[in-house]
C-alpha cells in the first residue's frame, strides 16, 4: 500500500516562501507523475503543478513564474518551492502520486498566507 507523507506547510507573511515535499513509501513502481494540487473551503480542488518521470512539468497559470516543482525519482519524493506567495495561494495542499496506472493522494498539508 503506498503511503504519501507531506511537510513544509505553514503560515507565512504575503511575498514569503514556503516548500514543500512529498515522500511515497510502500511502492514497487517508479511514478509515472507526482504532483501538486490545492483546495480551498468551497472551492473545487484544483492542479498546482505535476511533474512526470522524465521531468516535464505542468503549471496552473496562477502560479506560473512564482512555483517550481521538482523531483527525487529515486526517493519517490516531489518538491514545491513557493515564492512571493500571496493571501489567494491559501489552501490545503495535496500530494497526488500516479504509477502502475493507480493514483494515490496524500492527507494534505495546510499553507496559510497572511496579508
Known amino acids: 500500500q503506498v503511503q504519501l507523507v507531506e511537510s513544509g506547510g505553514g503560515l507565512v507573511q504575503a511575498g514569503g516562501s514556503l516548500r514543500l515535499s512529498c515522500t511515497a513509501s510502500?511502492?514497487?513502481?517508479?511514478?509515472?507523475?507526482m504532483g501538486w494540487y490545492r483546495q480551498a473551503p468551497g472551492k473545487p480542488r484544483e492542479l498546482v503543478a505535476s511533474?512526470?518521470?522524465?521531468?516535464?512539468?505542468n503549471y496552473a497559470d496562477s502560479v506560473k513564474g512564482r512555483f517550481t516543482i521538482s523531483s527525487d525519482s529515486a526517493k519517490n519524493t516531489v518538491y514545491l518551492q513557493m515564492n512571493s506567495l500571496k493571501p489567494e495561494d491559501t489552501a490545503n495542499y495535496l500530494c497526488?502520486?500516479?504509477?502502475?496506472?493507480?493514483?494515490?493522494w496524500g492527507q494534505g498539508t495546510q499553507v496559510t498566507v497572511s496579508l
Open positions: 497526488r502520486y500516479i504509477a502502475n496506472q493507480r493514483i494515490w
Open positions: 510502500g511502492s514497487d513502481f517508479r511514478f509515472n507523475s
Open positions: 511533474i512526470s518521470r522524465d521531468g516535464k512539468t
